[in-house]
């Protein structure tokens, strides 16, 4: 999988732009995206190994709360991703494999993202962007 | 948007774009702004927003941009919208992330001259105290009825275990607690977000300052909020942490549903929205008036930590150092209110996003303390230049539903902020200014850069010459601890 991402200039916040050749290589690249705001991701400890899944009535819903629960997963749990693999098992589920470490192996979180939001939203197979609230 | 809507200047800094500029408004936008930050907002997003306000249903008056209104999600940050209680909606995007997040200003009977030499000592002592940086546990843990019981009372509840004073609670907007909090419409999540955060200053634009009045423009209205030239203040500013984030994220997922249910046509799909008086708009209401008693609780617990790192480096009670608050305001909130609209009394949901209360002289919801002087408005600036003390008028009462700006407002991206300067180069500016920073992270701290954001002066005379508010005082910052 390869698949590319780049942050994009916003006011306010912080708005990631994902590129891909399908849908799951796209949304791989927008999760590395969101998690590049967070952290150094080459710095993050290959020591976890963890699923994080949502299901969505429509793509951007999907999208948007896969990334918002990998949020809450670090909010709760301190598990922070270096890398992952994007599945569906199912239509409306998303599934990530992930892998990482947790913030208690001495990962520097440098900015809190609050929420991925529908904020001019842009969902397609190839290309991908959503704007976080910091 | 292609094109700028029509704007007609209807007095100094104040400027209409009429009902009709567009099909769908409900109500005008009433714009407040000099006019040189007119020019750069016209054809933005945030005018945008300001626009697809005023299409909810319900929304009374008009649609109100304040002068520091930028782009937001939904709602511009520096919005402010207030609907029928019957037939208007709430919105979690007129209200944002951080619900409540806030600013509380604590003053004191130090001097200039006294903290100015011992300024590293007092930083480095309240950023020793306080909790700050992403997800960093503060010291109070939690059960679960605890939790359900501080949703409730707010800064009570703090008051309550020790930290505070008696009247601290009613120098806080709604005297710290929203009535209406339902703890059994938060979801488990939002527990989970918040667990081990009361007592913390989080990150991004967060923080603690100490400051000094550098001029007094209203004498007897200083002496009523206790303010004096040179005396040393203490700026709180935080909201309901990721139990706040949670409750709103919850909420926009319930009502990207609820717009369609209830047959609501919207611009922006970040305007989702549900009737005020629907059990989806009920939920929504009492879930984030628990997450805005979370943040009172929070940042009556800052003010606590606060005061005893500055008791400590001076070797005295904070009762003896005179650290009073003077007030506490809300800026991003949702809540019920009596205003007069053509010529009828009438309770509304008033969202304030980005912008806060700012209530004349003689209020009833005022204590009886500023009753006769009217609310203090707390407008925080940069880290590096200042922020004001304003007081509430009756004009705003009138135009804007007793509301103010809220701060500066970004000028600069993130990227943009980390391209003008290193932070070793952000610190050395902040030092030659006589302003000595700790912060949880560099990385974080070139993005708040003083650069990064308007002048807060702009945007105070602007809200001034609008006559939504009139200043008291300005203050100047001596150190800051950034979350």
């Known amino acids: 999988m390869t698949g590319k991402y780049t942050i994009l200039d916003h006011q306010a916040d912080a708005r990631v732009r994902a590129e891909g050749r399908d849908f799951a290589e796209t949304l ?17 400890p290959d020591k976890e190994r963890w699923e994080v899944a949502a299901e969505g009535d429509d793509e951007e819903e999907l999208v948007v709360k896969l990334l918002n629960e990998h949020l809450y997963r670090l909010a709760g749990e301190g598990l922070v991703v270096r890398d992952l693999l994007v599945t569906f098992p199912e239509p409306r589920l998303v599934l990530t494999r992930c892998r990482g470490a947790t913030v208690e192996d001495g990962v520097e979180i440098f900015r809190e993202v609050k929420a991925a939001t529908y904020n001019d939203i842009l969902i397609t197979p190839t290309l991908m962007e959503v704007t976080f609230d910091l | 948007m292609a094109t700028s809507p029509p704007i007609q200047r209807v007095g100094r800094c104040r400027f209409v774009i009429p009902r009709d500029a567009q099909r769908g408004m409900r109500v005008p936008c009433y714009i407040f702004a000099g006019e040189d930050f007119l020019e750069d907002i016209k054809g933005t997003k945030a005018l945008e927003q300001a626009i697809n306000v005023a299409h909810l249903p319900g929304i009374v008056m008009a649609s109100i941009a304040m002068p520091d209104i930028h782009e937001g999600y939904g709602f511009p940050i520096g919005g402010v919208a207030a609907c029928d209680l019957d037939e208007g909606v709430i919105s979690p995007g007129g209200v944002g992330y951080d619900i409540n997040c806030g600013v509380r200003l604590c003053r004191s009977d130090l001097t200039l001259d006294e903290v100015k030499p011992r300024i590293k000592e007092i930083t480095d002592a309240i950023f020793q105290m306080v909790p700050s940086g992403v997800g960093k546990e503060g010291k109070l843990s939690l059960s679960r009825s605890e939790t359900d019981e501080l949703l409730v009372k707010g800064a009570r509840w703090a008051l309550e275990k020790g930290y505070g004073w008696p009247e601290d609670i009613e120098r806080c907007e709604e005297g710290g607690a929203l009535a209406g909090a339902n703890p059994s419409a938060v979801s488990r999540k939002a527990y989970e977000r918040g667990k081990g955060q009361v007592g913390t200053l989080g990150s991004g634009n967060h923080f603690i300052e100490v400051g000094y009045v550098e001029e007094v423009y209203d004498e007897k209205t200083a002496k009523a909020f206790g303010l004096f030239k040179n005396q040393i203040v203490f700026w709180v500013h935080s909201g309901s942490r990721g139990f706040g984030h949670q409750v709103c994220q919850d909420n926009l997922d319930v009502m990207r549903k609820t717009t369609e249910k209830y047959g609501i046509k919207l611009p922006d799909r970040q305007l989702d929205c549900a009737p005020f008086k629907s059990p989806e708009g009920q939920a929504y209401f009492g879930a984030m008036a628990a997450a805005a008693n979370y943040a009172w609780a929070n940042r009556q617990v800052l003010l606590h930590l606060v005061r005893e790192a500055v008791s400590r480096v001076f070797g005295s009670s904070a009762e003896a150092l005179g650290m009073k608050l003077v007030y506490d305001v809300a800026h991003n909130i949702a809540k019920i209110e009596e205003h007069e609209v053509e010529g009828q009394k009438k309770k509304l949901v008033v969202h304030r996003k980005g912008a806060t209360r700012a209530f004349p002289a003689g209020h009833p919801a005022l204590p009886a303390i500023y009753r006769e002087s009217g609310q203090p408005v707390l407008v925080p600036g940069d880290m590096g230049r200042a922020s004001y003390v304003l007081v509430g008028t009756s004009e705003a009462m009138r135009d804007s539903f007793g509301s103010a700006c809220h701060g500066a407002g970004r000028a600069l ?71």
């Open chain 2, 413 to 483: 991206s993130r990227q943009q902020a980390k391209r003008t300067m290193s932070a070793e180069e952000l610190l050395n500016e902040l030092s030659s200014r006589g302003v000595y920073v700790r912060s949880a992270t560099v990385k974080g701290l070139i993005e708040e850069a003083p650069q990064a954001y308007k002048d807060v002066d702009d945007v105070v005379e602007a809200t001034v010459a609008a006559g939504l508010a009139r200043k008291v005082v300005k203050t100047r910052p001596l150190g800051v601890v950034k979350g």
């Open chain 1, 28 to 44: 791989r690249a927008l999760c590395l995206g969101m998690w590049s705001l967070m952290v150094d991701l080459q710095a993050v």
